[in-house]
């Protein structure tokens, strides 16, 4: 493989996003998708390396993305008009005083992320950081408050769909995205790790260490017939509970729930992802429960990832 592997992509903006820069003021940032890479990196090479390797967890994490030992060979770039801002709830199910309002990147625009491996450190090495950006956008969003629905982005075109496919607009078409990328990162985790020699041990059983696919783990599809991305959202958030097992504030606990919206034949429905990990507070069968009870739709068990 030549050094200068790239892809690029159109993205659309489906919910607001809040993402802060040096300025205050919403400002659209490659950090901000570096960050959630590694995320969606690490929780993949939990599912093959288990959540105890932490030694070989930063070795593969560091061939992809870098570390403050070395540079990263795989660079992001943000191009296109700068996007229209407003000002947005953080509560949209809020009113009054609740309603907190916050700059942020408004919906439905677009703008072109470029991945490109400047050096040539191996096939192995680049399919895993698209692995990582395929499930970044399909699971997650970015900024704040991207676990509950918003900085969904959606992939409108793609200089190679074969590594970074469009999203479909149909139950069926989710179904088979879901199952491709994740089916597809679990393959680049398991190469990575073998051409780094790194022992794969398979998928943890219960609470990982760290947020990672266990068989814990939980994809849902709700097909909600919300009239709007935002409307599944608020639906969504009018009704999760406060409790440590989903996340919180005091104690500050990131939510092992992620919810993004995706549109379905012209109406909207939610994603739900659950990476089990262990935290003051877990219990994922609350979570469940809670799932059950007001967002009922089908389980997506992928071998390796939750099954």
């Known amino acids: 493989m030549e050094a200068g592997q790239t892809v690029i992509v159109t993205l659309e903006t489906v919910t607001p996003l809040f993402l802060g820069g040096a300025e205050p003021r919403p400002e659209l940032r490659p950090p901000a998708f570096r960050g959630v890479l590694r995320y969606w990196l690490r929780a993949t090479l939990g599912g093959v390396i288990g959540d105890s390797n932490l030694a070989g967890l930063h070795n593969l994490e560091s061939a992809v993305f870098g570390s403050t030992d070395g540079g990263s060979p795989t660079q992001i770039r943000l191009h296109g008009n700068p996007l229209r801002e407003s000002q947005e709830k953080i509560l949209p199910h809020k009113e009054g005083k609740q309603s907190v309002l916050r700059g942020a990147l408004s919906s439905g625009q677009t703008f072109r992320l470029r991945m490109s491996q400047f050096r040539s450190d191996g096939e192995t090495v680049w399919r895993a950081a698209c692995a990582a950006l395929n499930l970044a956008l399909t699971f997650g969003g970015v900024g704040l408050r991207a676990r509950r629905g918003f900085g969904t982005l959606r992939v409108v075109q793609s200089s190679d769909p074969t590594l970074v496919p469009l999203f479909p607009t149909s139950l069926a078409g989710w179904q088979q995205h879901i199952r491709q990328v994740t089916e597809g990162a679990l393959l680049a985790a398991r190469q990575l790790a073998g051409a780094r020699a790194v022992n ?98 089908e389980d997506i068990r992928v071998r390796g990832w939750n099954a």
Not at 201 to 228: F, H, M, W
Not at 261 to 289: C, E, H, K, N, W
């Open 200 to 297: 794969c041990v398979g998928l943890p059983g219960n609470e990982a260490r760290y947020p990672c696919a266990t068989r814990k783990g939980l994809i849902r599809l709700c097909d909600l017939q919300a009239a709007s991305a935002m409307a599944a959202v608020t639906q969504f958030m009018q009704k999760v509970p406060k409790l440590q097992a989903f996340g919180g504030i005091r104690p500050r606990q990131a939510s092992p729930l992620w919810v993004r919206p995706i549109q379905l034949d012209g109406r909207y429905g939610l994603l739900f992802a659950v990476l089990a990990s262990q935290f003051p507070g877990a219990d994922y069968s609350t979570v469940q429960r809670f799932l059950d009870e007001h967002f009922n739709g």
